[in-house]
């Protein structure tokens, strides 16, 4: 199970249609896909999250060649600098690349050994993985968008008919606070009684953040997910209102300290690789903060977090996704498919997916084509 080689090359990932979100409108996405491949033939896949690091990805990945894909330890030590922060080296940066090849040495390892990720993880406690079903505005694309509330409401109530859709979450923070509280409302009417969750990417300030909870409070906001950017406007806000935060910013023991946000949210890939993210998740479940994925992957770092949700019981409760958003990926019957609710865990050994080999060369070349998104 020694390592022969890492190669990694940059895709783009294209939506239907743009969505906007507070920070602008996005039509793609950029990931990083990793292979590694053993002595023995087997082939690992892995992928970096945050747009195209292939060149870092090989240059760690030659410091990797020779070693046992078991051994975790050892491969972080030569990528990733034993400190927080040092001036000579982004550690962040060398935490996100360690993070992508360490989820292909997990793969790797469950293909040679012929088991699913969930059980070299400890076993699956859940099968199915809930999911949040989005909405946004989003200008015209492959689809044509929605630019009014109505339009949002519509859409919402197609998910519920063509897919069964259980709970929904969307984006705040893009147009005025009073049509975004008339989407909300149309969106509510639409949804009934299903989980409602809101996503203002930390777009407010905490006087509109505010103001804007106090008007959204009576269409029963199950969680709010960034009204405001930082930890303590998180626990300013929290003096004014009752309802669940949520925030992506990876700090538990001031999430503890505050007492706010009640969850974080984040992908496998930040935390430094599925070993990190498994300790992080149980860290989190012993300090009482709970814990959910985002989503904005391919198939391959989309179905490490799916067996890390089947393996952990502390993933309780809808993880984010945008699969019925994403018109391409890079694996074989991607993307993963969403219906009443839930996701499949892939049952094949490691991650259980398998790379078209067609899908990423168009990947690819729509990443040559366009940049980074």
Wanted: with cysteine; aromatic share 8%.
């Amino acid at each position: 199970m020694k390592i022969r080689s890492v190669t990694a090359l940059p895709v783009n990932i294209p939506f239907h249609a743009p969505y906007r979100f507070s920070y602008g409108a996005i039509a793609s996405l950029t990931k990083t896909v990793i292979e590694l491949t053993t002595e023995d033939g087997v082939t690992g896949l892995g992928e970096c999250a945050d747009g195209n690091r292939a060149a870092e990805v090989i240059a760690a990945g030659e410091k990797l060649i020779g070693l046992d894909v078991r051994d975790l330890a050892t491969a972080e030590s030569r990528i990733v600098p034993a400190m927080r922060y040092t001036p000579w080296g982004n550690v962040t940066a060398a935490r996100r690349v360690f993070g992508g090849i360490e989820m292909a040495m997990w793969d790797a390892r469950g293909k040679t050994e012929g088991v699913p990720l969930a059980l070299l993880l400890g076993g699956a406690v859940r099968t199915e993985i809930p999911l949040t079903e989005y909405f946004s505005y989003r200008f015209p694309g492959t689809d044509p968008g929605e630019a009014t509330p109505t339009d949002i409401a519509r859409y919402c109530a197609t998910m519920i008919e063509r897919h069964g859709s259980t709970v929904f979450e969307g984006k705040v923070g893009t147009v005025a606070l009073a049509e975004e509280i008339q989407m909300v409302r149309e969106v509510r009417a639409a949804i009934g009684d299903r989980p409602l969750q809101l996503d203002a990417n930390g777009g407010w300030t905490v006087p509109t953040a505010r103001q804007a909870l106090a008007r959204l409070a009576p269409f029963n906001i199950s969680w709010f997910e960034e009204p405001v950017e930082t930890y303590e406007e998180l626990a300013d806000l929290r003096q004014h209102c009752d309802m669940s935060f949520s925030a992506h910013a990876i700090d538990l023991a001031r999430a503890v300290a505050f007492r706010c946000p009640d969850a974080i949210v984040t992908n496998v890939n930040e935390h430094g690789g599925i070993a990190r993210t498994r300790d992080f998740i149980r860290s989190c479940e012993a300090f009482g903060v709970g814990f959910r994925f985002h989503s904005g992957e391919t198939g391959i770092a989309s179905a490490a977090y799916l067996h890390l949700s089947a393996a952990l019981e502390h993933v309780r409760g809808a993880s984010q996704t945008l699969f019925h958003w994403y018109a391409d990926d890079v694996i074989e019957g991607g993307p993963f498919a969403l219906e009443n609710g839930v996701t499949q865990v892939p049952t094949g050994p490691g991650l259980g997916v398998t790379l078209d080999r067609m899908a990423l060369e168009r990947c690819h070349d729509r990443f040559l084509a366009e940049g980074s998104f």
